[in-house]
């Protein structure tokens, strides 16, 4: 899974197990943080209107969004993802009963206009 701000991406990204098994990539760039919580803001209200569109369409779909960095999906049956910022790793961590922990970094465009992806 990757998430990119524009259409001009790498395609060539692909994620690696971290310790413990968790998948992450090792891409994390150091940026301002004001330029991190930007990007990863606009993922995640991005990311909850597609999930809120789902949600009107689903009774077994719930999302709640924290307003704080934390999305919280549950589906009735399957169980309840998590998506929320990690500030000292400029990372967006998810959750999954599925697939267990997942964390991304951004990658590329270092600029608050985007053009880079999280992977």
């Known amino acids: 899974w990757q998430a990119c701000l524009d259409k ?3 395609k060539g ?5 971290g310790e413990g098994g968790e998948r992450s990539m090792s891409t994390k760039q150091d940026m301002e943080a004001h330029v991190y919580h930007s990007l990863a803001n606009t993922l995640i209200d991005l ?3 597609e999930l809120e569109r789902t949600e009107d369409e689903r009774e077994d779909f719930e999302v709640e969004n924290s307003g704080d960095g934390v999305v919280t999906v549950k589906v009735t049956g399957k169980g309840t993802w998590v998506v929320n910022k990690q500030a000292p790793s400029q990372q967006i961590w998810l959750s999954s009963p599925i697939s267990g ?3 991304f970094a951004y990658k590329g465009g270092g600029g608050e206009g985007g053009g880079g992806c999280w992977v």
Do not use: I, L, Q, Y
């Open 8 to 10: 001009g991406v790498d």
């Open 13 to 17: 990204v692909a994620s690696a197990r």
């Open 47 to 49: 990311m909850t209107e």
């Open 101 to 103: 922990p997942t964390h």
